[in-house]
């Protein structure tokens, strides 16, 4: 479900998800609510689900401030280079196949052929995202997501989830470090729980969590470490 302030829109599975928030509701005691309200919700909830089982609504559905409902607009997605970035979020739940029908078209980037068997780069109406499988995630159903949180969901509702944002960074020897991200965590493995990261030109500087050790490692994955004098 996406909106703007003025309008809502949802598809299929948000109305899905609804269904079952309201349910949920009904039956939850923290809700100080009389028993016709608790009712009226559980009946909402089945007539959704009724109507998601009958193939309501075909497209999805833009709600307007005023309750008026209409069509969504419709969505421009086509095949672009590669996004840049490192890694926003993630897709759960959810084949290539899957991926494929909602983006238009099959994975359209030769990746890391070892770590990656299915990536895609697109633009959907001017915003620029990536999804790809690594290490062979996709044998969950799980990918990785580059892009504004807002268009992922918009595309893929509940099936998506944000990565939680670095919060803290040190500024160490002229360089600043940050929380390593998911896709860090995993190229750099061997780092300390706590790591903070920071990529250069030429070189990705791993700063330990005790904040007295740097190691450089070169594109060729050579390293050096610098600890500090006791």
Not at 153 to 172: C, H, I, M, N, Q
Request: proline share 6%; hydrophobic share 40%; with cysteine.
């Amino acid at each position: 479900m996406a909106s703007d302030h003025t309008s809502i829109v949802m598809g299929r599975e948000e109305i899905s998800h609804l269904a079952d928030r309201l349910n949920n509701r009904a039956a939850s005691r923290l809700m100080d609510a009389s028993p016709e309200l608790r009712s009226d919700l559980r009946i909402a909830a089945v007539v959704l689900r009724a109507a998601t089982a009958i193939g309501f609504p075909i497209s999805a559905l833009s709600i307007g401030a005023d309750g008026a409902v209409a069509p969504a607009a419709k969505r421009t997605i086509t095949p672009c280079p590669i996004c840049g970035g490192g890694r926003s979020g993630s897709l759960k739940n959810i084949t290539a196949e899957e991926i494929a029908a909602v983006l238009g078209f099959p994975p359209n980037v030769a990746d890391d052929p070892d770590k990656v068997t299915s990536s895609w780069s697109f633009d959907c109406d001017g915003r620029a995202g990536a999804i790809w499988d690594y290490c062979g995630s996709t044998q969950r159903d799980e990918f990785s997501t580059c892009g504004d949180d807002a268009l992922f969901v918009e595309l893929f509702g509940a099936k998506y989830t944000a990565d939680a944002r670095p919060t803290s960074t040190r500024r160490v020897l002229g360089h600043g470090f940050a929380p390593m991200e998911p896709g860090d965590r995993d190229a750099y493995a061997g780092a300390e729980p706590g790591s903070l990261i920071c990529h250069t030109d030429d070189l990705t500087l791993i700063l330990s969590p005790s904040g007295d050790e740097i190691a450089a490692i070169d594109a060729d994955g050579d390293q050096v470490t610098w600890r500090a004098e006791r």
